[in-house]
């Protein structure tokens, strides 16, 4: 099973930019989708985006569409989440999440199902 940490998180005004990056080790993540999902205080956790094991494929969320962008670096293990113009309900705590579901279809997983997490990194948007 991937191992994921997942780090980047702060505090940013809005309509200001974070990078969120995860790292995967312990298994052979180019056989693992990655995506990322956040949980705002009181709510349930939800997706965010997510990547095709070959990286050909991403999916958003369509609160995201336009302004986040995922990508990863199979040569490192890394993926990573470029948030751009945040807005106060961007605020979360932010998991890096992976699954050997093909394609984007960990988009539609239950978080239950997903197979591996990270630890989450907090997402703090101020006005």
């Known amino acids: 099973q991937v191992q994921l940490v997942d780090a980047g998180g702060g505090l940013v005004q809005a309509g200001g930019s974070l990078r969120l990056s995860c790292t995967a080790s312990?298994?052979?993540?180019?056989?693992?989708?990655l995506a990322w999902f956040r949980q705002g205080p009181g709510k349930e956790r939800e997706f965010v985006a997510c990547?095709?094991?070959?990286?050909?494929?991403?999916y958003y969320a369509e609160s995201v569409k336009g302004r986040f962008s995922i990508s990863r670096d199979k040569d490192r293990d890394l993926a990573y989440l470029q948030m751009n113009n945040l807005s106060i309900e961007d605020s979360a705590v932010y998991y890096c999440?992976?699954?050997?579901?093909?394609?984007?279809?960990?988009?539609?997983?239950?978080?239950?199902?997903?197979?591996?997490w990270g630890k989450g990194t907090l997402v703090t948007v101020s006005s």
């Open positions: 999440a992976a699954d050997e579901t093909p394609g984007i279809s960990i988009a539609t997983m239950p978080p239950p199902m997903v197979r591996s």
């Open positions: 990547i095709s094991q070959n990286g050909e494929y991403t």
């Open positions: 312990g298994g052979t993540s180019n056989n693992f989708a």
